[in-house]
């Protein structure tokens, strides 16, 4: 665990935003509930799952509400609930309840498969959700059941449906593109945009787990996507709906939604990061690709109490990297990656 950072007489720095070494201000907490999937996406996690971390490690709601109110007094502002998949974590609506109450949290988002959404997306909302990225990396169902390793696209159609009817918005629908998958669907998922009022997000596969070694034939970049894209139609670059993601968007003229790609790889986005990551287990992880944790559980556990934990985020920011340092083809083993620590 690294110790908080000092000013040259000894005394603790004053207060205000995350500011890490390069400049750059975090105002945006993701958070995973689980690590644990009730889908075993190809990209993600193997079919036989991964070695779970142990209940007793888990993060309660309550020790998530803790290191919130602390991040909330050095400027957090908004959170997005991810994993593993959130919605298998029992009651995850009295979590967002805690959290939409701490003072200087403004915005409660959810990344989630889907799969249970139908059945708990109006319970989120009144306990404050007002946002969600949905997963959908197909239109067909023998592919999905392909990807997904288990049945269940209409359920996260169904699921799509009750989170517009819920009044969420906007609604945001995460794709995986994989050369050879799904990637002759992106024109179809492009169409969908001309009279939904969806954002549809292209994801470049990042290389894990089961995927590395396969990785660099999967690949498609953000600009082959997009020009595959454009063989339908004229894009210009639009803003986008609202939300703290490193998305880049366009929209076909007059289209009631847009199309976003999200280039990990072929396309820097670290000059504007502005988050943080909780783990499951209660480890703050500073950039997605990289190995910089510092544990939060344990003061928390010893009732360190939010001083320290203000201390212990403000530190943080000093371990910061500047970038990733991940290419196309390139190993990343290392991470228990995206089903650990959340998208
Ligand atoms: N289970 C939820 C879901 O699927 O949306 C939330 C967690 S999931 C890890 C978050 C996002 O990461 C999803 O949009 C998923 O498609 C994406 N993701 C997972 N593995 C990926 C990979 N290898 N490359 C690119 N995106 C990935
Ligand atoms: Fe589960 Fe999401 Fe990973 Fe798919 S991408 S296995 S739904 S955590």
């Known amino acids: 665990m690294i110790s ?22 975090h105002t945006d907490l993701r958070i995973s509930v689980t690590d644990r999937c009730n889908l075993r996406c190809v990209y993600c996690m193997p079919e036989e799952g991964l070695p779970w971390i142990d209940k007793r ?4 709601y309550e020790e998530i509400a803790e290191i919130v109110r602390a991040a909330a007094k050095v400027g957090v502002r908004s959170i997005r609930l991810t994993g593993g998949e959130p919605l298998i974590r029992k009651d995850l609506k009295r979590l ?11 915005d409660i988002a959810l990344s989630t498969n889907g799969l249970l959404l139908a059945e708990q997306v109006q319970g989120l909302v009144d306990a404050g959700l007002k946002r969600a990225n ?7 169902e023998d592919r999905f059941e392909a990807i997904a390793r288990r049945p269940g696209l209409q359920r996260v159609l ?3 449906d009750a989170a517009v009817a819920a009044g969420l918005g906007p609604i945001k629908l995460n794709c995986v593109v994989m050369r050879g998958q799904n990637d002759d669907e ?7 945009t001309r009279d939904r009022a969806v954002a549809v997000r292209f994801i470049e596969v990042m290389p894990v787990h089961e995927n590395v070694d396969g990785h660099t034939n999967q690949y498609i970049s953000a600009t082959e996507i997009l020009d595959r894209i454009r063989a339908n139609g004229d894009l210009q670059p639009v803003e986008g709906p609202k939300g703290n993601g490193p998305a880049r968007y366009y929209a076909f003229d007059g289209a009631a939604g847009s199309v976003g790609v999200i280039s990990p790889l072929s396309h820097d986005y ?4 502005n988050r943080v990551r909780l783990s499951a287990d209660g480890r703050l992880k500073l950039c997605l690709f990289g190995d910089h944790f510092i544990d939060l559980r344990t003061p928390i556990r010893d009732r360190a109490g939010e001083e320290a934990l203000i201390a212990i985020l403000r530190g943080s920011m000093y371990v910061k990297p500047e970038r990733h340092h991940l290419d196309v083809g390139q190993t990343a083993s290392a991470m228990r990656a995206l089903s650990e620590i959340g998208g």
Not at 4 to 25: E, I
Not at 57 to 60: Q, S
Not at 186 to 192: N, S, W
Request: aromatic share 4%; glycine share 10%; charged share 15%.
């Open 4 to 25: 908080a950072p000092r000013t040259a007489g000894g005394a603790m720095p004053a207060a205000g935003p995350l500011v890490d070494s390069f400049g750059r201000v």
């Open 57 to 60: 490690e888990i993060l309660t």
């Open 96 to 106: 967002v309840s805690m959290l939409s109450a701490i003072p200087g949290i403004d």
């Open 134 to 140: 949905i997963s959908l990396d197909t239109l067909r």
């Open 158 to 160: 169904d699921g799509i």
């Open 186 to 192: 992106v024109q179809a998922f492009a169409e969908m």
């Open 270 to 273: 670290c000059d504007t990061c």
